[in-house]
């Protein structure tokens, strides 16, 4: 039982550029998360899925899409990066929303230069 | 979701109990009290969470004021793997969504 995990773990970027980060949950969770966390900060919150074929916006959207084809994946994509994206992203999940507790990846150290 | 505050930082001696405060004089009936923590450079991990009565699991315990205006994290035998930086956090069980409000938390580290 894996959990919550992420590719890649690292990444450059050069401005412009895309990218697709890839979220995996073998906990049959029904909620994914995608967050930042820049240096000192707490984690923002994205966007999210409350279950497979549903995305939605969350505090800052812009910049990014997602898509949840499988009830175990949640993709992230960047399409033209830029330097504010620069940033440490996680994701999660839960069983539920509402009261359940998060499950959380390692993170994908992203730099856009 | 109500606002939540905590000490910037705390020292903690090897072995000892860690008692980890929390203010939420804005708490309303629905929402729960949650910690998690972060280890650098890793992901949030869930500690524990609860409503009105303490709480206790394997890795900690809660214990939350009649009133429900504060809490107290608890980690009973600290170790140096406990360093890290703690969040509490209220958020409503309506909270369908369930986006996670995270603060600046209390960064403690656990000296030998």
């Known amino acids: 039982n894996a959990g919550v995990t992420q590719t890649p773990k690292f990444r450059v970027l050069k401005t412009g550029q895309s990218m697709t980060l890839l979220c995996a949950q073998d906990?049959?969770?029904?909620?994914m998360y995608w967050y930042r966390q820049d240096p000192g900060m707490g984690l923002r919150l994205i966007h999210y899925?409350?279950?497979?074929?549903?995305?939605a916006k969350g505090e800052v959207p812009d910049g990014y899409n997602v898509s949840r084809l499988k009830k175990q994946n949640f993709l992230l994509g960047l399409e033209s990066a830029a330097p504010s994206q620069t940033s440490v992203y996680f994701c999660?999940?839960?069983?539920?929303?509402?009261?359940?507790?998060?499950?959380f990846g390692p993170g994908t150290r992203l730099t856009v230069t | 979701d109500a606002k939540t505050t905590q000490p910037p930082s705390m020292d903690c001696a090897e072995g000892r109990a860690a008692n980890l405060p929390c203010n939420h004089s804005?708490?309303?009936?629905?929402?729960?009290v949650y910690w998690y923590r972060q280890i650098h450079s890793q992901g949030p991990q869930y500690i524990i969470h609860?409503?009105?009565n303490n709480e206790t699991n394997e890795m900690a315990s809660l214990i939350i004021t009649e009133d429900r205006k504060s809490s107290t994290l608890i980690l009973p035998h600290a170790t140096l793997r406990d360093t890290a930086v703690y969040y509490c956090?209220?958020?409503?069980?309506?909270?369908?969504?369930?986006?996670?409000?995270f603060g600046a938390g209390t960064q403690v580290v656990v000296t030998p």
């Open positions: 804005t708490i309303s009936g629905n929402e729960y």
């Open positions: 999660a999940s839960s069983i539920w929303g509402g009261s359940y507790e998060q499950y």
């Open positions: 956090i209220a958020r409503g069980a309506t909270d369908s969504w369930g986006k996670l409000q």
């Open positions: 899925s409350v279950g497979e074929g549903t995305t």
């Open positions: 609860g409503l009105k």
């Open positions: 906990m049959n969770h029904e909620y």
